[in-house]
């Protein structure tokens, strides 16, 4: 009798995982326990992302009663409030180790002082976003593609956000007369194909107005995909849930780019909710940025992408981390970077080797860089060498010459 156990399409619980994936997979992603500060919350509670949200650290008493708190980080804490504040969810509260400063979720997720040193050549809108805004929360830099942020919550406020000059900032939302105002402009531009839904999170708009918006962009007949910018699958994977996946299944194709930084954020409240994502028909990939304290070490990308294969998420890209205002602290050399690119090529597969980018102050996209594989360039030949130091040969294409065989040559024919 055959040992094969059916099930439905739709992932409800940790249980149907089981169903999908081996054993020694399922082991690699651990139940988060809640922090002691949660420790009498019920089940249904601790997986209802709502009763998530609402619960969030957002004060300095709460902060004190789940970690044991540094002087820099208390005082980061009275220093930016106002600015930009504090969210962590309970979930990704109990992943941060309480009593050790040095946790690299923990410095992703709690104010520290040195958030308030600015340097000189730091910026308030490094990409140059606002200044490509042709109508409010929409910004139009590249021909074929938008990028519009309809949300400025979050589930949790990463400390090194490079959009702080907006997130957590209720004003800064998309009312419905701007989110109209994107949805015309998108409709009024035909070389539009690809709308970037970002935020903020997107995802902190209820699964209804995210439907309304998604199809009437999804109804203009030149808008051929959606990216939709989102850490919730990190900071709240609860958020992913069934009625969400059935808006995103009505709208495909849909590209969820998602922002894992370190391998302790995989567990299996992550797992199910990559499962479900993909099982509504989404791609997903991870854009992480790259951050000193957080992900910096040699083996922290090869973890993490490993682990996020298995959750059916390609890595995409590695973000050197922008010129904002505050993120000094954050910062690593260019040559780390390239470092974490030397680790990962050839090492361990393609398909777990993402992009590194910088994204150029003042608006001029995405520059990829990678360490120099290139010896020798002419027109004859390229000379390698690949990830183990050994050189190769590769000769480039001869104009047409007499050495060439045509291929009617009677010594071609095949008999
Ligand atoms: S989820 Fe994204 S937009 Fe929100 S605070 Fe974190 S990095 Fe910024």
Not at 401 to 413: T, V
Request: proline letters at 7%; a neutral charge.
């Amino acid at each position: 009798m055959s040992s094969y156990k059916s099930r439905s399409w739709e992932v409800a619980s940790f249980e149907d995982l089981e169903y999908i994936y081996p054993k020694h997979v399922l082991d690699k992603f651990p139940i988060t326990p809640p922090n002691p500060f949660w420790k009498d919350v019920t089940p249904d509670e601790w997986n209802n992302w709502k009763w998530q949200h609402r619960n969030r650290v957002r004060d300095l008493q709460k902060l004190e009663q789940v970690f044991t708190l540094s002087q820099q980080e208390r005082d980061g804490y009275e220093k930016t409030q106002g600015d930009f504040n504090l969210g962590i969810s309970p979930y990704y509260s109990s992943l941060i180790d309480a009593d050790n400063y040095f946790c690299p979720l923990r410095k992703q997720a709690v104010s520290h002082i040195d958030e308030i040193k600015v340097l000189e050549t730091d910026m308030t809108d490094p990409l140059n976003e606002d200044g490509n805004m042709p109508v409010p929360g929409l910004t139009h830099r590249y021909k074929d593609r938008v990028l519009v942020t309809i949300s400025s919550h979050c589930a949790m406020y990463c400390r090194y956000c490079t959009r702080k000059r907006k997130v957590s900032n209720p004003s800064e939302s998309a009312h419905l007369r701007e989110l109209e105002g994107m949805i015309k402009y998108i409709r009024d531009t035909p070389i539009i194909r690809d709308v970037v839904v970002s935020g903020g999170d997107p995802l902190t708009l209820s699964n209804e107005k995210l439907d309304w918006f998604l199809g009437e962009i999804r109804a203009i007949p030149h808008i051929e995909i959606f990216r939709l910018g989102t850490r919730n699958p990190v900071t709240l994977p609860q958020r992913i849930d069934q009625g969400l996946c059935d808006v995103l299944r009505k709208h495909q194709p849909v590209f969820v780019n998602t922002h894992f930084n370190h391998v302790n954020e995989c567990t299996r409240e992550t797992l199910l909710a990559c499962t479900r994502l993909a099982d509504a028909g989404c791609v997903i990939g991870n854009q992480s940025v790259l951050l000193k304290g957080v992900n910096d070490k040699p083996g922290d990308f090869t973890a993490l992408n490993h682990k996020l294969l298995l959750q059916r998420v390609k890595p995409y890209y590695i973000y050197q981390c922008d010129l904002s205002k505050g993120l000094h602290h954050f910062r690593t050399n260019i040559e780390t970077g390239m470092n974490v690119l030397r680790e990962l090529r050839g090492h361990t597969s393609g398909m777990a080797s993402p992009i590194f980018v910088v994204d150029a102050p003042g608006g001029g996209g995405k520059i990829p860089i990678s360490p120099n594989y290139i010896q020798e360039l002419t027109d004859d030949k390229i000379v390698l060498k690949n990830y183990e130091g050994n050189t190769y040969t590769y000769h480039q294409p001869k104009p047409e010459s007499a050495s060439m065989i045509p291929e009617s040559h009677p010594s071609l024919s095949i008999v």
